[in-house]
């Protein structure tokens, strides 16, 4: 099936500091979603992109859907030890193939640790 | 509180006895879906339904049941659990497809098979 390969895998930062992150994908996609799961929950959504160069802010959280579709990208600005968690991005699956349907697939997650 | 409850949180259990997970949202969705979280795996989809008597499988169904008699409930069944089943698993729900819109997630099981 279609893969979302996230990078990186795990990040290590000090509070204050700024962080960025990215998905990319060999396809093309039409939504970029992003969740975030704090420790002991399930993930939540932080950020939709619904249109190719798009650029939405949440907060300190700022997400742009890449102009090739094929990419997207999260950045949070001066973290604070709260943004600690795993950041996931997803997207339907680009095109319904003959006698299969649409799925969500999600990256495997970037790890975010924030030293205070 | 719009909220997706799943019970049990946390279960351990031995091989071959079948297991119910259950999940029910409040919110009216006609979306719901089970996911597995593994180490370095991600969430990987076992099964969805995309509304009551409708459901499909996801990326890892096997060893899985569900069930989606009502809009609210969408148990997980696991008929003979074996080791390899231990996991996170978690509900989520959304309105429409699932596929464009905000899941709604539950707090996640965790499942440990001996």
């Known amino acids: 099936g279609q893969q979302l390969n996230q990078s990186p895998q795990s990040m290590f930062i000090q509070e204050g500091e700024d962080v960025s992150m990215n998905c990319t994908s060999s396809?093309?996609?039409?939504?970029w979603l992003w969740y975030k799961q704090d420790p002991g929950e399930g993930p939540v959504l932080l950020i939709a992109l619904y249109k190719a160069g798009e650029l939405t802010s949440n907060g300190r959280l700022t997400a742009q859907f890449g102009i090739t579709r094929k990419d997207s990208f999260l950045n949070i600005s001066a973290s604070i030890p709260s943004d600690v968690g795993i950041y996931f991005c997803a997207g339907p699956t680009p095109h319904i193939a003959q006698g299969g349907s649409e799925k969500l697939v999600f990256g495997k997650g970037t790890k975010l640790t924030v030293n205070p | 509180e719009a909220q997706v409850t799943q019970n049990p949180r946390y279960l351990i259990t031995v091989t071959g006895k079948k297991l119910t997970v259950t999940c029910s949202q409040n919110?009216?969705?006609?979306?719901m879906s089970w996911y597995r979280q593994d180490p370095g795996l991600g969430l990987r989809q076992i099964y969805y339904?995309?509304?009551?008597?409708?459901?499909d499988k996801g990326d890892v169904p096997e060893g899985y049941k569900v069930s989606r008699k009502e809009k609210r409930n969408f148990p997980l069944i696991l008929e003979s659990p074996s080791p390899n089943q231990t996991s996170l698993y978690f509900c989520?729900?959304?309105?429409?497809?699932?596929?464009?819109?905000?899941?709604?997630f539950g707090e996640g099981s965790r499942l440990t098979v001996l």
């Open positions: 396809s093309i996609f039409n939504t």
């Open positions: 989520a729900s959304s309105t429409g497809t699932g596929l464009t819109g905000e899941l709604f």
């Open positions: 339904s995309m509304n009551v008597e409708v459901t």
């Open positions: 919110m009216n969705h006609e979306y």
